[in-house]
């Protein structure tokens, strides 16, 4: 039988190893290849806030209703805040009521998605598919024409305004 000790040790050393090839184990779960965009957990935290950083490389939520990107109605693009890649566009960008911003779609090679099994429900959590950082969740009662609700934290987001 194995210790709680031992047990911890060698979890704590797989999430490094995970971590150095630039894999969540969530994402080593999944099947991801390395990311583009690889920093080390001191870096991430220097680039980001304290509510980013535990939202992007912590798989956290904030609370609804709270971010500025809610009301953003002009045109442009909303970008990851870990990474700067355009994610969606404004054009795909609607109001929900959730309390998140919602887009009907991404765009093109923007996200990576994989099951998310926690919270003892099924839902499809989506990512920054260049540096991995953890976007929101993607539902089925969005908006034609694709029936899509991708709920994203918005400090996860950067908007851009359109020239």
């Not at 209703?65 to 700067?84: D, I």
């Not at 099951?115 to 969740?137: A, P, Q, Y």
């Amino acid at each position: 039988m194995i210790s709680r000790r031992v047990f911890l040790m060698a979890g704590t050393a797989l999430a490094a190893a995970f971590a150095l090839r630039g894999l969540t184990p969530l994402a080593w779960a999944a099947g991801m290849e390395p990311f583009e965009v690889v920093k080390s957990d001191a870096e991430w935290r220097a680039a980001l806030t304290d509510d980013q950083y535990r939202i992007l490389r912590h798989e956290d939520t904030e609370r609804p209703f709270t971010s500025a990107l809610n009301h953003e109605k002009r045109k442009g693009t909303f970008q990851c805040a870990g990474c700067a890649l355009p994610l969606y566009s404004s054009e795909a960008n609607y109001d929900s009521g959730t309390g998140w911003p919602s887009f009907w779609q991404s765009l093109p090679n923007a996200v990576a998605t994989w099951e998310d099994n926690s919270l003892l429900m099924t839902r499809t959590e989506c990512h920054c598919r260049r540096c991995g950082g953890h976007l929101g969740h993607i539902f089925d009662d969005g908006p034609p024409p694709t029936g899509k609700r991708h709920c994203i934290n918005g400090l996860a987001l950067a908007f851009v305004l359109s020239r």
